[in-house]
Each structure stands twice: as structure tokens, then as C-alpha cells.
């Protein structure tokens, strides 16, 4: 095996091998079990490296902050998602795509609830995770959009999404309901079919 086909692109800070990538599973997996009994306001860096069993020099090799740490969970969890579905009508396709993100972390309301924050961080890490985020959810919207990618309707549902994510992290309303609202949200701002 060349020395490329055992890099894997991890994390926004390098290319990583396949122990390397091991390293940063356990301390994503950690982050997620320390937020599940801290919440965001107890979670450090030092503390998921203890859980994940490694150093906490090496965890800040890979992350640079927790809200470094918490964005790439979320990140890695939108990368999981399996393609948008080709079946069924546009608004549907929409709706789909708008509730599965929602509800990547709404089971997970400590988890969910970091997310939000974390995503709002400005170090560079999270600012270029958050663009990737970004991109991802749009690249999705589109492909759920097909013949009706327009511009104007795009910007109004990646609005929606924003909105609402802010709206569940202030506390305005659950994750979980965050899904409902996203789908009636996209009713109103797809046309109607002819």
C-alpha cells in the first residue's frame, strides 16, 4: 500500500493516517460522551483527551478549541448522511433533506445545543468547518431542489435552516420541533406545483 492510499483527509487541519484518523474517532467519540455528562459549559479539550486516553497535547494537535472539536462532530455527522433521495416531488425531496439535518443531534439536546454554539465560533478551524457545513447543506438543498434550484428559493431555505437552528439554541424551541417548523417553512417558500 503507497503511503497516499494510507492518508485519509480528516479534520481541516491536515491529511492524516489511518492511526492519526483512529486518534481524532476517539476523541470526536469522547467529545460526544463528555458533552452527554458536562453539557458545553463543562467540556475542555483536556477532559475529552482523558476520556479518549490520549494526551492532551496530542488532542490540541488536532483541534484547537472545543468549539473546533464540537463542529467537527456535527461535520462529521453531515457528511454521513447518505445521498439525497431522486424519488417524489421537489417540496417533498426539500422537506427530506431540511428534516434529517435538523435532526442530525436533536436526541442529543447537550449535544445539540454545543453544536449551535460551537458552529458560532470564530477561530479559523471552525470558520472553515462552518463553511464546509455550509456548503454541504446547500449542495444538499440543491440536489433536493433539481428543477426548481433557484437561487432566491435556495437562499430563503438555507435562511430558514439558520434560523431555525439559532431559534432551538436559544431556547425558543426543541431540536426535535426544529424538524416540524423546517418542513412547514419550506411549504411556504417552495411554489406551489402547477
Known sequence: MSSEQRLTTEPTRRRLTERQADTVRRLTDA??????????EGLTVRNVARRAGVAPATAYTYFASKNHLITEVFWRRL???PPVEAGGPPAGRVVAVLREIAL???????????CTTAMLGTDPDVRELRERIG????????????ELDDPK????????????????????TSYARMADRLAEMAELILPDPE
Open 31 to 40: 467529545a460526544v460522551a463528555e458533552v452527554r455528562e458536562t453539557g458545553y
Open 79 to 81: 457528511s454521513a448522511l
Open 104 to 114: 442530525l443531534v436533536s436526541d442529543e439536546p447537550e449535544l445539540a445545543a454545543a
Open 135 to 146: 456548503i454541504a447543506i446547500r449542495d444538499r438543498l440543491r440536489a433536493a431542489l433539481r
Open 153 to 172: 428559493v435556495l437562499g430563503a431555505l438555507e435562511l430558514a435552516y439558520v434560523g431555525a437552528l439559532v431559534h432551538a439554541g436559544m431556547g425558543y
